[in-house]
């Protein structure tokens, strides 16, 4: 008869669910920096090659296309997982890395607040603009889309850029006690 050992567990390290919830939000900033900077550099700038109809659909079906789980959970969770690693930092004693953190949320904030209040009306209209006209009608609306939407999109990039590195900053100073 084989005798079984018991078993035995590892103490947690302390403040381990406050590096997770770090790493998570992390994470989550540098995959909505990435997906900005993609718009910024390639996604636009390849719309811009297309006639207004053709921009005008692309954008519709990307539009329809974000709005999903994998998208929510990395556009919320980038939020929730700043903010509770932030609170988990201060609570832990780490000052400095929980005020890079804050810094990261503010910040992030910034760029949901643009996301609510500029991206997503400007998509919402020009998809009910878009949906009857044509010729110079549809030039225009593009034209004034695309003249308000980059600009948007841009600070977005820098605010999830800006975000993503004072986590990362958070990080290093979390590390090293």
């Known amino acids: 008869m084989t005798a079984i ?12 669910r406050t590096e997770a919830s770090l790493y998570a939000a992390t994470i989550a ?5 990435g997906l900005y900077f993609a718009f910024d550099v390639s996604v636009m700038p390849g719309l ?5 109809a053709a ?5 519709g079906h990307i539009n329809d296309a974000i709005e999903n789980g994998f998208f929510g959970l990395v556009f ?4 929730l997982a700043t903010g509770v690693s932030g609170v988990s930092l201060r609570r832990l004693g780490h000052t400095r890395a929980a005020r890079w953190t804050w810094a990261a949320l503010a910040l992030y904030s910034a760029a949901v607040a643009v996301t609510m209040k500029v991206n997503i009306p400007l998509n919402r209209r020009l998809a009910q603009l878009t949906a009857e006209a044509s010729g110079p009608e549809l030039a225009l609306i593009r034209d004034r889309f695309r003249g308000a939407w980059t600009p948007a999109n841009a600070a977005r990039t820098l605010a999830c850029t800006a975000a993503l590195a004072c986590l990362g900053r958070a990080l290093t100073l979390r590390a090293r006690g």
């Open 5 to 16: 050992a018991p078993t035995t567990s590892l103490p947690a390290r302390p403040g381990g």
């Open 29 to 33: 900033m540098g995959l909505s920096a």
């Open 48 to 52: 811009d090659r297309t006639d207004d």
């Open 55 to 59: 921009f005008a659909s692309a954008m």
């Open 76 to 79: 919320f969770g980038a939020f």
